[in-house]
């Protein structure tokens, strides 16, 4: 939320820096009553109005230091699966796919096929964050811990319902919905 906040700060100091540049006001030095001047490296003297560079500036850097922060603290995941019953044909789009916890961008599709995507700080696994996923629907439910089959899968055990996995990603084996 605080990066929005800076965001949306930074954004407002552009716009505002770019209107009193459009409106072309030269600043009067009070002590001289001469035009306000300053030196830029590679461009010279410039008498101009520079609250208004000031508040480009500030805008400019302000979106900089986000973004640095933003990209360099994590990484982007994705995990990547599918639901199938033995039972039932279900309407996959009545189910709803949770990550625990709720950070998470969650796309479900009407075949049963899914992707969980977010930004995990850099360093954490998918596992390190993330408790269980559930699938809810009328006609059942299938829950895991993403920790425990990333220990299988570690292990070799072919029980694992991981089926591949990279350093920022997971692909499931097929997740088999249990009927009521």
Not at 36 to 50: D, I
Not at 92 to 120: C, H, K, M
Not at 121 to 126: D, E, I, L, N, R
Not at 151 to 172: K, N, V
Request: glycine letters at 6%.
């Amino acid at each position: 939320m605080l990066t929005y906040a800076l965001l949306a700060v930074a954004v407002l100091a552009i716009l505002l820096g770019f209107v009193a540049l459009l409106k072309q006001k030269t600043y009067i030095d009070s002590a001289t009553n001469e035009p306000s001047e300053f030196e830029l490296p590679l461009v010279g003297k410039l008498k101009t109005n520079y609250p208004s560079l000031l508040f480009v500036a500030l805008g400019f850097g302000i979106v900089w230091q986000v973004s640095q922060r933003i990209d360099e603290g994590t990484e982007e995941w994705s995990i990547t699966g599918s639901l199938r019953s033995d039972s039932v044909s279900p309407a996959w789009e009545q189910g709803t796919l949770t990550v625990f916890p709720s950070d998470f961008r969650v796309e479900l599709s009407s075949q049963g096929a899914f992707r969980i995507t977010a930004r995990l700080p850099k360093g954490a696994t998918f596992e390190d964050v993330v408790d269980y996923i559930d699938f809810s629907h009328p006609a059942g439910s299938v829950q895991f811990s993403p920790k425990n089959q990333f220990a299988r899968y570690a292990q070799h055990d072919t029980t694992s319902l991981i089926r591949e996995a990279t350093p920022r990603s997971r692909i499931l084996k097929p997740l088999t919905l249990t009927t009521y």
